[in-house]
């Protein structure tokens, strides 16, 4: 069965750090664009950062712009987001989505459309 499963979320207090990763099982993530998004409860799910097939070329939202950083590893399968200087307002359940079709990843990360992929999600909570 193909899909994208995420790992490292947990409870971190403010200031603290976390790595999320995005694993995809039965399929190669080589051609797939990957976005991070999150839904904090009742709010919309919104991009936070989405990178291309290559790596070449990445998008950040303004509220993680210069705390977050997201790369991928292709030879490994997987993608990761590595939160640091995390706030409060960063708890929420985070997911990555995998597509092909999208035409960047500006696009990609400004609509959490039903692309190829989504995995379950991984909780992350910031609270002291």
């Known amino acids: 069965q193909s899909r994208l499963v995420e790992s490292g979320g947990g409870l971190v207090q403010p200031g603290g750090s976390l790595r999320l990763s995005c694993a995809a099982s039965?399929?190669?993530?080589?051609?797939?664009?990957i976005g991070w998004f999150r839904q904090a409860p009742g709010k919309e799910r919104e991009g936070v950062s989405c990178i291309s097939s290559s790596g070449g070329s990445a998008y950040y939202a303004d509220s993680v712009k210069g705390r977050f950083t997201i790369s991928r590893d292709n030879a490994k399968n997987t993608v990761y987001l590595q939160m640091n200087s995390l706030k409060p307002e960063d708890t929420a359940l985070y997911y990555c989505?995998?597509?092909?079709?999208?035409?960047?990843?500006?696009?990609?990360?400004?609509?959490?459309?039903?692309?190829?992929?989504w995995g379950q999600g991984t909780q992350v909570t910031v609270s002291s």
């Open positions: 039965g399929f190669t993530l080589d051609y797939y664009k």
């Open positions: 989505a995998g597509d092909t079709a999208i035409s960047s990843v500006e696009a990609m990360c400004a609509h959490a459309a039903p692309y190829d992929y």
